[in-house]
């Protein structure tokens, strides 16, 4: 079941948590909600799924709109942050629940409840706890448990509010995986509210990246992180390295470090945006960059070593960040304290005021002022 | 951590005097005293104690005791569950106002909630005028005493609920209204297990305190023996009628009303303190 949100708008008190919102969410995928704390997100999931009023707008599911139907009666499931577990209630009777809530007519025989609830304790892994209590069961246990719950009653949507957040990264990791594969085998349309990208990013098919009650971008993962639309999505979505300057003939310039950039006009104000992976690094500075930067860490752990470099010369708000293999590590043997200087391959230009970003290759232009000379 | 296990102070004499002045004040404020008034009580044998409890008049006190608590518990019970859900569920303007209101029967004096109620109630009060020309009486008759003793107990049920209700959230109970649980499902499978111990010592203050009020009852009740006499009233009335071991019959019998009460309170906190009832959900365990 698609759902569409159309300009909802949402007060508390003073504090305006959403303005205005629409979005589309498709049928039978999984949408992640991402943004920093205060972005709006966890109430734009419960305005969804109900137990939150909108202010203005309409919530549609397939078409029909149900602003005005009781959560009681939306049919999703719902998946809280604290997992909300009854507590008095073994983890069988939490899983049942559900089902024994329907009216009278609806409800399945005592029977059948039953063999559901160990279809969906089979289904988490956890046949042997149905006693327990949630008091006696592990964070990620219980997360499963509260998923059982919320799919107990088959629901068509499932809405996940930080479903990750409190349990440590293995754990996390593994559920995460789990709740994909769930997902490809249900095909119930999901959204989940998260502040962690790359839980964003490797869970979900479309990412809506939310700040200050506003939808900032709305993008598959791989979209997204090529191609941000804004400084909010660039700095919020892994590590950036900035250049922010004037431009003077050609080139942007800050103290010592300039980049070349053909075309454009003299005299803006102006920053330069590369992800770690844009820049190469290299003894001396290059035909259409000159950024000196010194090596003040460098961290091997990973697939890639990932090194730290502060400007010399000029001023950068953060830390610079540029990723080399292992096998080009060996080879130029890099170490800290040393001068290198920044090879910018691509980046994205924020021109005086401009909200969207215009990108730059040098391996192009270079290529085409030679040819041109 | 082996010998090294002294704190400051923590020398044996200190201990001793701490303990010794601990045990002995209790002894003289608290076991002398109950003792006394079992064996002041029994003092003229058991048939003496017996004809004093089952006097025509003990009767009816302990019987209009009774009554005003099982009227008052109820009541309280279902005030404060309702004012407890309603500050920590809901946020309305006044609701800080409310909490702190919840508090007056605690800071007044009872003898002063009586006067109240008598100048709103009685034949030349505020409502009580208009009651009278309706033939209506409150004060020095049992409806009065049931309401002074409704006032002076009202906060106790509420008082365990709010700091309880409070720390487990609504989290719960959204999950159950997702799940498509009725409003009264809710309540009966969720937010009462949850709250169930809490309430029960909610109950058992409430009716300790609906049994041995004095001051406020004192006032509007008129002592009218065999009428609107209490027990506690009960009590003085024989004392100052020179009846010694009747008074202390009456005494027992709320003495011991009151030691039963403290045994059910045990038991409760000690249900209260089980951690699978109890332990808030700790993120990240």
């Known amino acids: 079941m698609s759902i569409t ?57 397939g078409g029909d709109d149900v602003s005005n139907l009781h959560v009681r009666d939306r049919n999703i499931g719902f998946v809280f942050q604290h997992y909300a577990l009854f507590r008095h209630l073994t983890v069988a009777e939490n899983i049942a629940f559900g089902l024994e809530s329907q009216p009278r007519k609806q409800r399945p025989p005592k029977a059948e409840i039953r063999q559901r609830v160990a279809k969906l304790l089979e289904m988490i892994q956890l046949p042997q706890l149905a006693d327990r209590y949630p008091a006696q069961l592990s964070g990620g246990q219980k997360q499963r448990v509260a998923l059982a719950r919320a799919l107990a009653t088959q629901p068509r949507i499932l809405l996940l509010d930080e479903p990750f957040g409190a349990l440590d990264a293995k754990v996390r990791k593994d559920l995460r995986r789990w709740l994909r594969a769930l997902h490809d085998e249900f095909h119930f349309t999901s959204i989940f509210v998260t502040h962690d990208q ?22 598959a993962p791989t979209e997204l992180y090529a191609r941000p639309e804004s400084r909010f999505v660039f700095d919020f979505l892994g ?39 844009e820049v190469h690094l290299a003894r001396a500075p290059s035909v259409h960059a000159r950024l000196p930067l010194r090596i003040e860490a460098i961290s091997l752990i990973g697939s890639e070593v990932r090194i730290e470099l502060a400007p010399v010369g000029w001023n950068s708000e953060e830390i610079w960040e540029v990723g080399m293999s292992h096998n080009e590590f060996a080879r130029h043997n890099p170490s800290r304290g040393e001068l290198w200087y920044a090879v910018p391959d691509i980046g994205h230009l924020f021109v005086a005021d401009s909200a969207q970003p215009k990108s730059v290759d040098w391996a192009y232009t270079t290529a085409a002022n030679a040819s041109n000379m | 951590m082996a010998a090294e296990h002294h704190r400051v102070g923590d020398q044996p004499w200190v201990r001793r005097l701490l303990i010794g002045t601990a045990v002995l004040v209790s002894l003289i404020l608290l076991v002398i005293p109950v003792v006394v008034i079992f064996f002041q009580a029994l003092s003229a044998g058991w048939s003496t104690f017996t004809g004093n409890v089952l006097d025509q008049f003990t009767l009816h ?82 409806p009065g005493i049931v309401m002074v003793t409704v006032f002076v107990t009202c906060p106790f049920v509420a008082r365990e609920l709010i700091p309880l209700m409070q720390h487990q959230g609504s989290e719960e109970e959204e999950a159950g209204v997702v799940l498509g649980a009725s409003g009264w499902r809710i309540f009966r499978k969720i937010t009462l297990p949850n709250i169930k111990w809490a309430l029960i010592y909610g109950v058992v203050l409430t009716n300790a305190r609906a049994v041995g009020e004095f001051g406020a009852v004192s006032v509007v009740s008129g002592n009218i023996r065999g009428e609107t006499n209490t027990l506690p009233l009960h009590v003085e009335l024989l004392y100052q009628d020179y009846n010694v071991v009747g008074a ?38």
């Open chain 1, 5 to 61: 949100i159309d300009q909802i708008s949402k007060t508390f008190g003073r504090f305006q948590a959403l303005k205005d919102v629409s979005l589309e969410i498709p049928e039978g995928k999984l949408t992640a909600l991402l943004g920093p704390s205060g972005s709006g997100k966890t109430t734009l999931l419960r305005i969804i799924a109900g137990l939150e009023s909108s202010d203005a707008g309409r919530i549609l599911f």
């Open chain 1, 239 to 277: 590590h950036v390295n900035v250049i922010s300057g004037v431009v003077k003939h050609h080139k942007l310039t800050q103290g010592d470090a300039w980049v070349s950039l053909p075309g454009q006009k003299s005299d803006q104000e102006a920053q330069l945006y590369m992800r770690p992976h």
């Open chain 2, 61 to 142: 006190a302990i019987g209009l005791t009774l009554l005003v608590a099982a009227l008052t518990v109820p009541l309280n019970l279902i005030f404060g569950t309702a004012l407890a859900w309603a500050v920590t569920r809901f946020r309305f303007p006044g609701r800080k106002l409310l909490v702190t209101l919840i508090d007056i029967p605690f800071a007044v004096s009872p003898v002063i909630a009586g006067l109240l109620y008598l100048l709103l109630y009685g034949r030349n009060g505020w409502l009580g005028g208009w009651l009278a020309t309706h033939d209506v009486q409150l004060m020095f008759a049992w």
């Open chain 2, 248 to 285: 202390f019959a009456s005494a027992a019998l709320l003495a011991t009303i009151a030691i039963l009460t403290l045994v059910v309170k045990a038991f409760v906190e000690w249900r209260q303190s089980r951690p699978t009832i109890l332990t808030p959900e700790k993120g990240g365990v």
């Open chain 1, 198 to 219: 790359e839980e964003a990013l490797e869970l979900s098919d479309q990412v809506v990246v939310m700040s200050q009650g506003q939808v900032e971008q709305v993008n």
